[in-house]
């Protein structure tokens, strides 16, 4: 199996494509006449016995828990777990813990990825309670140095997971490269949500540091040259793999056919607790 790749198809089912390995990349291709370059880290095979636990999990009771994530004290039953068969929608458990083992990788592993913090899917929506559309006071508590052990301005990249209309999609406040992204996978666009951070940012610095950041000239971004979501149901995959390609200082070299391998590839990372 030295020179396949492992990669799974749309229906679930293995499918092996010839690589050649090229400065830890690998060019995949199908046929001779399309060649992509793709990292091999994101897309390592999962071993008969991870999917062998997979499926056994996938068929729990759903009120058995699972796994219990010690530092955050949060638990994920087999009910919650099972949003990462193919089909369902991801729920916020699921996501929140996941963005938790990214910044936990990175912390592991800092030399391998970007500084990034992960909000929680809460976030947001919290920021933008009340009567004005906007109360960072309700948020002031989230960030502080004592809790993060950082300062939200040492990062390279900040993400934060956005839900409106049962749709998924990522804002990113990017200070490394001056600019607020916003990744939908069904390319939606929202100015709004990236005014509101641009606002957020600039207070959260003011109260951090007592500088005053002037963020109007960064550009806002929405990414257009990204994967899109084919079916009804894969929004919160994409846009946790977004951010895990990001924190990985990746391009988005992956497509729809990637979501049922990224379902699993996810689950086990839950059930292990350690983000590959």
């Not at 068969?85 to 910044?103: H, R, S, T």
């Not at 990175?106 to 906007?134: A, D, M, Q, V």
Request: aromatic residues 12%; negative net charge; hydrophobic residues 35%.
């Amino acid at each position: 199996m030295g020179n396949l790749l492992v990669k799974n198809s749309a229906s679930g089912s293995l499918r092996f494509w010839r690589k050649r390995k090229d400065n830890n990349k690998h060019v995949v291709s199908e046929d001779s006449s399309l060649e992509e370059e793709v990292p091999w880290e994101p897309f390592v095979p999962l071993t008969d016995e991870e999917r062998a636990e997979i499926l056994l999990a996938f068929s729990a009771d759903r009120e058995k828990v699972l796994v219990t994530h010690d530092k955050t004290s949060v638990e994920i039953p087999a009910g919650k777990f099972q949003c990462l068969i193919e089909g369902a929608w991801l729920n916020d458990e699921v996501i929140n813990l996941y963005l938790e083992l990214l910044k936990e990788r990175e912390r592991r592993e800092p030399w391998k990825f970007l500084n990034c913090h992960f909000f929680s899917t809460f976030f947001y929506k919290k920021l933008t309670i009340g009567e004005n559309g906007y109360d960072f006071k309700s948020v002031k508590r989230w960030t502080s140095r004592k809790k993060l052990g950082y300062g939200l301005h040492e990062c390279d990249k900040i993400f934060v997971p956005i839900h409106k209309g049962a749709h998924w999609r990522l804002a990113v406040i990017n200070n490394k490269d001056k600019k607020f992204q916003y990744l939908d996978s069904m390319k939606v666009n929202d100015t709004h949500v990236l005014e509101v951070l641009a606002r957020y940012y600039a207070d959260e610095v003011k109260d951090e540091t007592g500088e005053d950041m002037d963020v109007s000239s960064w550009e806002k971004e929405f990414v257009e040259d990204l994967p899109e979501q084919k079916n009804m149901s894969d929004c919160g995959v994409f846009m946790i793999k977004y951010a895990d390609f990001y924190g990985r200082n990746l391009g988005l070299c992956f497509k729809q056919e990637h979501m049922p391998y990224f379902r699993l590839r996810t689950a086990k990372e839950i059930l292990r607790l350690k983000a590959d």
